[in-house]
């Protein structure tokens, strides 16, 4: 028996699991309908259609499976399925507490669906019905297990990894075990992604989704790409999410698209699928619903124009509370209309921008490789740990948080404060001269307290 068969069954025999059954799941996996796979959909829709895909979870089966059905009718492609808190922290105790209580008063006492709770039998009746991809979002540092139930009840769409589940969500979390156990998860997916269509890989573009400046955001991208792919995975997502200026985001994707590759066939990997997903503005929505409608559909036309294989929505309820089913479906349904009528969009290139951001980007990747660790993980960690990598407004104890960013008068986020990230000198000059920085102190950070709410 392997390492990692062992590790497995450690895993699984959580108290709070029911008996999971290795040939079983294998057998389910092996003869799963392709239409559950997003890897199977990529290929068939490849140039021609996006996939959308909203946001979703309720704690109770029943109100997850009715949500489904306003989504189905509203012509979605891609089913979510948002893992609760407590799920995401690994306390089952209190989530199957919570999901008790859920289903016996009739209120949601759960902000989302306790996967592991309900566990893959019941879950997988659910998923084979609708017969659709769904995908996993969660945040969870730690997602062994919650993985293991995922893949067994037929989700085969991971997001995340070890450092956009960790930087952005926790503080004291170590960074080195969240590598570690991503391992794991990469390496179950890779596993099972040789018994039928493979399982696709999802980094978490938007981060802090404050402030963060496209190198950061393309470098951390294209780390957890590289970290999946050498464990064997042939299908993966970078993604990004809109940044508040329509000009920027399609640099950041043209860039992200082109470097993706270029790394991915660096290691030998140039097999793998590598697809974009665009994320709808994750920022503070404006309590006005008209605005927060243009916004959602201003972000659907920069996907168009980014090329963008996935796109993932958000709705006009974002501001006021969490989106009811009938306000997700709405955006479904509005995102598919306006992506049905762009058609023809002429391209958009801004060479400096994109030469800027390259040699950015790569610089902060040959600072990663130069380190004198002797695997991926521990050169990543130990670049975090330094602050080549400086995520803004990450909550971490490990995060530096001395880089510093402002928009410009075209509202792109510019760095005007590098910190120990090794950006070069020509990039780094270029990007202040686009600032007004003969302001004080004070009125700076008035600048940057705008910024982050520049939506509202």
Not at 214 to 240: A, D, H, Y
């Amino acid at each position: 028996m392997s390492l990692l068969q062992e590790e497995r069954k450690i895993i699984l025999s959580n108290e709070f699991v029911d008996a999971f059954d290795f040939a079983e799941v294998s057998d389910f996996v092996k003869n799963a309908s392709k239409e559950l796979f997003i890897s199977h959909h990529f290929k068939k829709n490849k140039n021609k259609k996006m996939l959308v895909q909203p946001r979703g979870g309720f704690p109770t089966y029943e109100k997850q499976h009715a949500l489904y059905e306003f989504f189905l009718k509203a012509n979605v492609d891609v089913l979510p399925l948002t893992v609760d808190s407590n799920t995401r922290l690994n306390d089952y105790a209190t989530a199957q507490k919570m999901l008790r209580l859920s289903e016996e008063n009739n209120i949601d006492m759960l902000n989302g669906y306790p996967l592991v709770t309900h566990g893959y039998r019941t879950t997988r009746k659910m998923i084979t019905h609708f017969d659709k991809p769904v995908s996993l979002r969660h945040g969870t540092p730690d997602a062994r297990l919650l993985i293991e139930t995922a893949i067994a009840s037929g989700i085969f769409e991971i997001e995340g990894g070890p450092i956009t589940y960790l930087l952005p969500y926790s503080k004291n979390f170590p960074l080195d075990k969240a590598f570690l156990y991503w391992k794991y998860v990469e390496r179950v997916c890779a596993n099972y992604s040789e018994l039928n269509e493979p399982i696709n890989r999802e980094s978490f573009g938007p981060l802090t989704a404050t402030m963060v400046p496209p190198s950061i955001t393309i470098v951390i991208q294209l780390l957890e790409m590289l970290l999946s792919l050498e464990e064997g995975v042939k299908s993966f997502s970078v993604s990004f999410a809109q940044q508040g200026s329509m000009m920027q985001d399609i640099v950041t994707g043209a860039v992200l698209k082109k470097l993706a590759r270029h790394y991915a066939e660096e290691i030998g990997c140039g097999d793998a699928d590598i697809h974009l997903v665009y994320h709808q503005w994750m920022g503070a929505f404006p309590m006005n619903r008209d605005f927060a409608d243009q916004l959602i559909n201003m972000s659907t036309v920069i996907a168009s124009m980014v090329g963008a294989d996935k796109i993932i929505t958000k709705t006009c309820e974002e501001a006021v509370g969490i989106p009811t089913k009938e306000a997700n479906a709405k955006t479904v349904a509005n995102t598919q209309y306006t992506l049905r009528i762009l058609n023809g969009l002429p391209p958009v290139v801004d060479e400096e921008e994109e030469e800027i951001l390259t040699l950015e980007v790569k610089a902060i990747m040959e600072a990663v490789f130069n380190d004198p660790a002797d695997t991926l993980w521990r050169k990543v960690f130990n670049c975090i740990k330094s602050g080549i990598i400086d995520v803004p407004f990450s909550p971490h104890i490990i995060n530096h948080n001395e880089m510093i960013t402002l928009r410009d008068a075209q509202k792109n986020i510019r760095i005007i404060k590098r910190g120990n990230v090794p950006m070069p000198d020509r990039c780094y000059e270029f990007h202040k001269s686009k600032c007004d920085l003969s302001k004080d102190t004070t009125s700076i950070v008035n600048d940057i307290i705008h910024d982050i709410g520049i939506m509202q």
